[in-house]
């Protein structure tokens, strides 16, 4: 009986099955990594920039303070088809991690590595504690990684078949992804320089590729027109916390060894082995620009002092060619033995990674299993410091203690006060929050001047009577005649462990709408 399996091109140019070399295999790695997500995914809070990208998704635009559109557009769809729960609005990133160990397996099979480079890749993707958390909360990092791979794997075709019409799905690819987090202009950055710097320049003498770049800016265009109309905010917020100094900069040693624990430390050596492979490998040479691309990235995210993680989605790549060198280095050195000895340390050490990335542990155990390993997570940013928690679980705990707070608050106004009674919170998490839990205690929206809900504006409140939450009461007493302390909230787990909040009435400022550009908080 004939096969009727998708087929693509084998190196030798004959069609192969899509489901030899492995695939099957892969496909059931892909599966059980949706499954993991699936069961768990539910298990603690919503996450801080999830009450941020669903309040957002409740006021479609083509561009925010902080991020682009399409997540937004994803969290409202996800609430639209599949509800509220968790693990609803973390479907989406679950499929996506998921996909992400499809991709890379297919790319590792695209740059000639055969069953055991496949299957090795795809658990080396499946284990990385960084994928995994993408696959567990909704965020700008997301679809990140399945983005930049698929620009890779666009790339890679454009290469191998001689087909240079892949450059514009590239483009299609690139367009989306800065839809969804501009740091993919690095990506391209690095893929430019990378093909200057090697024989693959000859692209440029040609249109596709020119066309590809075309496609890309127009899907981005309606993103770019947003910020020239509001000048620009995200280049704003960055200004800013680069003068705040929130983040936790790092030196270079630094940068490169948390990439390692980024990506598990017992992958980095299938990375490495990938980096030295596009730079000096005969057989990788016509991807050379790969190799060059992550140094370009590297570099530049360590001068410009970004986050740990902004190179995390380029490695994928790297790990499929590092497991065809690997698989390649067995080969030779006829040690087949070794194959199944690197698989079992693989799924061992990231069976043992898992808790610090999903939440498959009660956090009770969570908290023990963390204090007996010597493993620790490392913080992006000052604020976290003070977490008992990874700041990755702490940003969800505390929550409903806020709101119920705040709506003990509220049940102190006389119904003739509520009409003109807003909540003002210090950011979008805390806002965020009120948003979605508010109305089982029939609280209005919340009002704050953080990020986008700063764009948002008053919304028509008069300033005369506002619950705030997370100020002191000394600060209130200079902006309102009478101010009340109604109580804070309290969760030993919680990055923001006690949030007081306080009735203010009688106000010292004029009205809100006066007040609000000092209200501003983009950082």
């Known amino acids: 009986m004939a096969s009727t399996a998708i087929s693509a091109p084998s190196p030798s140019g004959e069609k192969q099955s899509f489901l030899a070399d492995g695939m099957m295999i892969v496909i059931v790695i892909t599966v059980a990594e949706l499954v993991l997500h699936c069961v768990f995914n539910n298990r603690y809070g919503y996450f801080r920039d999830e009450f941020d990208y669903m309040a957002c998704g409740n006021h479609l635009a083509w561009g925010y303070v902080d991020h682009p559109p399409l997540i937004p557009f994803v969290a409202k769809i996800s609430r639209l088809a599949l509800g509220d729960s968790l693990r609803s609005i973390r479907f989406v990133p679950a499929l996506a991690s998921s996909a992400l160990v499809m991709v890379s397996a297919m790319i590792a099979r695209e740059l000639g590595g055969r069953r055991f480079a496949i299957v090795l890749c795809a658990i080396a993707v499946a284990i990385g504690p960084f994928y995994l958390s993408d696959g567990s909360l909704l965020t700008t990092n997301s679809l990140e990684p399945i983005l930049w791979m698929g620009c890779a794997y666009f790339a890679i075709l454009a290469i191998k078949r001689e087909n240079p019409r892949y450059w514009l799905w590239f483009g299609v690819v690139a367009g989306i992804g800065m839809e969804e987090k501009y740091s993919i202009a690095m990506l391209g950055l690095g893929i430019v320089i990378g093909l200057l710097l090697t024989e693959q320049r000859r692209v440029f003498a040609g249109k596709w590729i020119w066309l590809g770049g075309v496609v890309a800016f127009l899907i981005f265009l309606p993103n770019f027109i947003w910020n020239v109309q509001h000048h620009w905010p995200f280049l704003e917020l960055v200004r800013n916390i680069k003068a705040s100094g929130r983040d936790v900069e790092l030196s270079p040693l630094q940068y490169v060894f948390q990439q390692i624990l980024l990506i598990h430390p017992f992958t980095a050596p299938i990375w490495i082995t990938g980096l030295a492979a596009f730079l000096f490998s005969p057989r990788l040479k016509p991807y050379r620009m790969f190799g060059f691309c992550y140094l370009v990235m590297l570099t530049l995210f360590i001068v410009m002092k970004g986050k740990n993680y902004y190179l995390a989605p380029i490695y994928p790549v790297l790990l499929a060619a590092g497991a065809i060198k690997i698989e390649s280095g067995i080969q030779h050195a006829q040690r087949g033995w070794l194959k199944p000895v690197i698989v079992v340390l ?9 808790p610090w990335v999903i939440p498959v542990l009660p956090i009770e155990r969570f908290i023990v299993y963390m204090n007996k390993t010597p493993l620790k997570a490392p913080r992006t940013e000052h604020s976290h410091m003070r977490a008992a928690l990874p700041q990755n679980y702490a940003d969800q705990f505390g929550w409903e203690e806020i709101v119920a707070t705040t709506a003990q608050a509220w049940s102190r106004l006389a ?29 209005p929206p919340a009002l704050s001047g953080h990020q986008t809900y700063y ?12 619950i705030v939450l997370d100020d002191n009461k000394e600060s209130l007493q200079q902006k309102f005649e009478r101010v009340e302390y109604v109580g804070s909230s309290d969760n030993p787990n919680a990055l923001e462990r006690h949030i007081p909040v306080y009735i203010c009435r009688g106000a010292k400022f004029g009205t809100l709408a006066q007040l609000w550009p000092q209200l501003k908080k983009w950082l």
């Open 346 to 354: 693989l799924l061992a050490a990231g069976t043992w990674s898992i």
């Open 415 to 443: 119904p003739a006060e509520r009409k003109d009674c807003g909540i003002f919170a210090q950011n979008f998490g805390q806002a965020g929050a009120i948003d979605f839990f508010g109305p089982r205690y029939g609280l």
């Open 455 to 466: 764009l948002w504006g008053p919304r028509g409140y008069s300033g005369n009577c506002l």
